[in-house]
């Protein structure tokens, strides 16, 4: 395997016993856990940048316009900075007969959901942040906790717009989070593991998509369209449907409040194709074809993080295709969509992988 | 005249008009008698009320009933008063005509003319605490300075009946329970297409009751015309729904010119009907994008602006202006058509075919698209007759009402075109009829565009333009259903009262029928295909 020339393991453990060379280990492991946590922070920030970038060029290339194209250059690359920089000055607003408390807790409640769930992407090998042996439950049970957020901002908001936008968000996640709890469930079947280092070396010798063949796509699907749900995007982002209800939980937000929602949406986006990436794409694992040795040895030189930045923006341009193409479904259909189709038929996929699974027919 | 010998053998009394349109003249109490026999009539139902138009004759009080039947295509307008001033009362007709319900109440608002057994007696474009009845002649223009306070829309609102005893007694009637979950949508919103207010009734996400609050682009044109000379009233039409702005001016124009006896060049005809064609284009791709996008699907809404943009280039080469143009006149048009409007409008229809492919398979054939419009908002046929619902709302339910074939004006009667007509009543079919019209509209401008005959564009009319006594009205097919204008002359250069009938009142009214029990995604998408314009509505 040459897969090592790009582990950050060893360099990790040398930084980190260098470290306690010097300090006491709870003094180094305080500093890394600072350092990780800025980091993570930084990159929480400039993934949003990029995938706001990303969909209005993605967007005006579908709508036949050109996009943001005066701010910074030809290509408008400074227009979302400058838009954050205009965000971060607006005052945030206090409103009269809001429950003050819950209304200021909401967005940060949204957005720790969201950090806490980026936290486990598997970035390289060597290179996950969060690394336990049940990560896969672990982001289930914290990527819930966003839908507290959404429906204490539309109940703390004192707003009819709002509170109807969060009951809207509030059906439509916890019945979508069914259906993406058994297609992730039908990977753990697949890869015997809830380990999500491991779910990704599993896939050394081929992606997970490929081995799991009829079920793994099934699920695959499933997962894409209600991980879009999860992330409140268009076709389903009745919760926030500008021409019926404003701006739905969050119409009464200002400022960078207002921010956190709109960053911890983008970033949604991003964690529903990384996890997709992860479970069904092979992580950070490059492409390899069998039989063909010379290119597979020229896919390991790349290396890992642009193998799982490559996939993941892949699937973020996917959602963002199907955004930009389809109008809004209604509340009922949605849920109709769920309950009646996809749940069922995620549990039969999820039955027919465990049927797979027990006569070797994965691969 | 058949319809005079029916009114005769009831109404023996009943007076009729000497020239010009047949106009009835009857006292309350027949009037009452007469619009119950004229509906029922077995063969040919007076079932589409077209208008009600609140009068102020000095001496009386009040109102013409323009009728149609949907059989015969046949029109009479009655015409009734009371001399009573100080607490008019006229019978009511919105048992007969639904449409009547929110139409007596503009002439309540207007003139004060309270109608007996009508449940909803509020005032429609004015404040609640509005002082006077601005229509009237002896209204006094200083009694509402500028009024800043807050307005409160009252829950409750009155409704007068007569008593066995002869006396006039009056009962509230509750718009909204105490307890009921009412949402305001509007006037400032995305998706009412201006500024539309409904207040909303819901249980959960479904629809109990939708009650229209209009006004808030109330700008008094109707009085304002009083006090104009007839070419200086023109410069409103176009305000009125700006995305039927020529169709507008060319109903006020005609209605000029048949009442002063100007007869216009061959010339003039082609151009205003051509320039009638691209305004509904115009309008109909409008109305694409905006439905598209009231249902969050915001790429197809760019399509649809597109194409709309060249339109707009063609208008703006002949007339100067793009959204409101300003182009017809009394006898003819304002200027003559620029060298290139032929090639540009051929060039425009060729790529307009060649691009209506991709709006159907964007959104007409999405299985998104089709699930949430059709069987939606469903308005029977006698719904949209009694409603009044004209244009591509009251033809999407099966009701032939195509002002250009049923009453040619222009050169609709020398074209070839298709009456689009659906069954369904849904919103689905309404997006269809507006859809095909677009392809009809093509049809009709192709057959015109290489015919045009040379000669003026503009007859010349006298320089102040006095109309002989009567009382006038004309019709046309706008982008979005039959607009009228009722013209009343006492021989001044001004008007005596000048009347627009709006294609969009109805259609708001109709919210109310086609979205109980739906949802609130509904209510945007069935306001999207009923497509009104609110300066239309409010005037």
Known sequence: MTLDYYNLEPLLMYIHTSLCGVMPEWLALTLEGVVVGVIILLLYVILAIVMIYMERKVCAAFQCRIGPNRVGGKGGLLQVPADVLKMLTKEIIKLKNADNFLYNLAPFLVILASVLTFSCLPWNKGGEILHMNIGIFFILAVSSIGILGILLAGWSSNSKYSLIGAMRSGAMIISYELSIGICVLTMVVMSGTMDIQMIVSNQANGW???????????????????????????????????????????????????????????????????????????????????????????????????????????????????????????????????????????????????????YGLTF | MELKDKIKAIIPQAVFSETGELVVTLLPDDFRRVAETLRHDKEEPMDYLRDIVGMDWGDALGALYYLES???????????????????????????????????????????????????????????????????????????????????????????????????????????????????????????????????????????????????????????????????????????????????????????????????????????????????????????????????????????????????????????????????????????????????????IKHLRSVIKDYHDIFTGNVIATTRLKGVGVLSREDVISLGATGGTGRASGWANDVRKHHPYALYDKVDFREITYTEGDSFARYMVRMDEIMESCKIIEQLIDNIPEGEYRVKTKAIIKLPEGVFSSSVETSRGEFCVVLESHGDKYPYRLHYRSTGLPLVHAMDTACRGTKIADLIAIGGTLDFVIPDIDR
């Open chain 2, 70 to 348: 949907t059989v015969t295509y046949r029109r009479i307008t009655l015409k009734t008063s009371t001399a009573d001033r100080e607490q008019p009362f006229l019978p009511s007709v919105c048992d007969l005509w639904k449409t009547a319900e929110i139409k007596e109440r503009e002439v309540y608002d207007f003139f004060g003319i309270r109608f007996l057994n009508n449940p909803d007696m509020r005032r429609i474009y004015l404040r609640e605490d509005w002082k006077g009845y601005p229509l009237r002649k002896d209204y006094d223009m200083d009694s509402n300075p500028l009024d800043l306070d807050n307005e409160v829309n009252s829950d409750t609102t009155e409704e007068y009946y007569l008593n066995s005893d002869g006396t006039i007694k009056g009962h509230e009637n509750t718009v909204f329970d105490r307890d009921a979950f009412v949402v305001n949508i509007g006037p400032q919103h995305p998706s009412t297409h201006g500024v539309l207010r409904m207040r909303v009734s819901l249980q959960g996400e479904t629809i109990c009751k939708v009650d229209p609050i209009l006004g808030y682009i109330h700008r008094g044109i109707e009085k304002l015309n009083e006090g104009l000379t007839y070419p200086q009233t023109l410069a409103f039409t176009d305000r009125l729904d700006y995305l039927s702005a020529h169709q507008n001016r060319h109903a006020l124009c005609m209605c000029i010119e048949k009442a002063a006896g100007i007869e216009i060049s061959e010339r003039a005809q082609y151009i205003r009907t051509i320039m009638d064609e691209l305004q509904r284009i115009d309008s109909h791709l409008l109305f694409y994008s905006c439905l598209v996008m009231d249902m969050g699907g915001l790429t197809p809404f760019f399509y649809g602006f597109r194409e709309r943009e060249m339109i707009l280039d063609i208008f703006e080469g002949t007339t100067g202006g793009r959204l409101i143009q300003n182009y017809n006149m009394i006898g003819g048009v304002q200027a003559d058509l620029h060298p290139d409007f032929q090639k540009k409008v051929k060039a425009f």
């Open chain 1, 208 to 358: 997970n998509i490929f081995k799991g063949h009829i079920p793994a796509i099934a699920a695959f699907i499933i997962y894409l369209i209600a991980g879009n749900a999860e992330a409140n995007r268009g076709p389903f982002d009745l919760a926030e449907a500008e021409q019926e209800l404003t701006a739905g939980y969050h119409t009464e937000y200002s400022g960078l409040h207002f921010g956190f929602f709109y960053l911890a949406e983008y970033l949604n986006l991003f964690i529903t194709a990384g996890i997709a990436t992860t479970l069904f794409l092979g992580g950070w694992m490059p492409l390899h074809i069998a039989g063909l040795e010379g290119f597979n040895a020229v896919m390991d030189y790349i290396p890992g993080v642009v193998w799982f930045l490559g996939k993941t923006f892949f699937i973020v341009f996917l959602l963002m295709w199907i955004r930009w193409t389809f109008p809004r479904l209604r509340i009922d259909q949605v849920l109709t969509l769920e309950w009646k189709y996809l749940m069922p038929t995620s549990l039969v996929v999820l039955l027919l992988m465990t049927v797979c699974k027990i």
